[in-house]
């Protein structure tokens, strides 16, 4: 009788999952505040600076979901079939959207593209996770922990891409000069005075905007449901990593088995 080997590295996915999720939070607030505080080399300082982990991180999962949906199942009859699709399909999505992420940040190119890549793959998640929770016999022995993880990474694409317009919209304006929010904080813009008979330099002046009404400086006032939305990518994300940090401490102790005492 033939010997099929088994090669397990669900432990592995659950961790890199979770560090890609951890990553988007962490650098997602940093972005966040870099537009509250009208920071725009810092904006762009840390959306390169993601680009190479995720580049890293996507090419592994991709490497991995690839192996994934050409091995699996191993036997006809071993009863897993199905489980490339459920497992891996959603897995080389994730990857895309992260190995194209990391391109298009190292060349400053338009992350909107990106996040509409990214609004696509979770939502086709989503429907990954609600058949595999519906499914007769479940896929998994954790269906409802599993609908969760699927769930909480398809709502964090999602979100990539209303993120990634505004922070494009930011970008456009920032770099062009046009200050977007005051330092002193949301809600202000600064405006040139009037000019009057002196020829003297004007200082210049922040002021309260008035609905409706265009700044005299040009600039853009950046509204409060614009920075909301930039800031549920990141919350999305943090929930996202720890959905996978949690199924891999409920996962792991059924893969590992019982330890040295099984090893060949």
Same mark, same amino acid.
């Given at each position: ?185 949301? *809600?202000? #813009?600064?405006?040139?005075?009037? /000019?009057?008979?002196?020829?003297? &330099? =004007?200082?210049? @002046?922040?002021?309260? +905007? $008035?609905? *409706?009404? #265009?700044?005299?400086?040009?600039? /853009?006032?950046?509204?409060?449901? &614009? =920075?909301?939305? @930039?800031?549920?990518? +990141? $919350? ?29």
């Amino acid at each position: 009788m033939a010997f099929t080997p088994f090669i397990d590295d669900l432990a592995l996915i659950e961790v890199m999952l979770a560090t890609v999720a951890a990553l988007l939070a962490y650098a997602g607030v940093l972005i966040w505040w870099g537009i509250r505080t009208n920071d725009p080399r810092g904006v762009r300082g840390v959306l390169r600076g993601l680009s190479a982990p995720l580049a890293l991180l996507g090419g592994a999962l991709f490497a991995i979901s690839l192996w994934g949906e050409m091995t699996w199942p191993f036997l006809a009859s071993d009863g897993l079939g199905g489980y490339n699709i459920f497992f891996f399909d959603p897995l080389v999505m994730i990857a895309i959207v992260l190995v194209s992420y990391a391109i298009a940040a190292q060349f400053s190119l338009k992350l909107q593209y990106v996040g509409l890549i990214a609004l696509i793959c979770g939502a086709v998640t989503i429907v990954y996770g609600y058949t595999g929770y519906t499914a007769t016999p479940a896929f998994t022995k954790d269906p409802f922990d599993t609908l969760l993880l699927y769930l909480s990474f398809g709502v964090t694409g999602i979100s990539a891409f209303p993120a990634s317009v505004l922070v494009d919209y930011y970008l456009k304006h920032a770099e062009m000069g046009q200050p977007i929010l005051a330092p002193g904080g949301i *809600g202000r #813009t600064y405006r040139m005075p009037r /000019v009057t008979n002196s020829r003297g &330099a =004007q200082p210049v @002046v922040p002021t309260a +905007p $008035v609905t *409706g009404e #265009t700044p005299a400086s040009g600039g /853009v006032h950046f509204a409060y449901w &614009a =920075q909301a939305f @930039v800031l549920f990518f +990141p $919350v999305f994300a943090a929930l996202a990593s720890i959905a996978a940090f949690w199924y891999f401490g409920i996962t792991l102790p059924g893969h590992i088995g019982s330890g040295p005492a099984n090893a060949p």
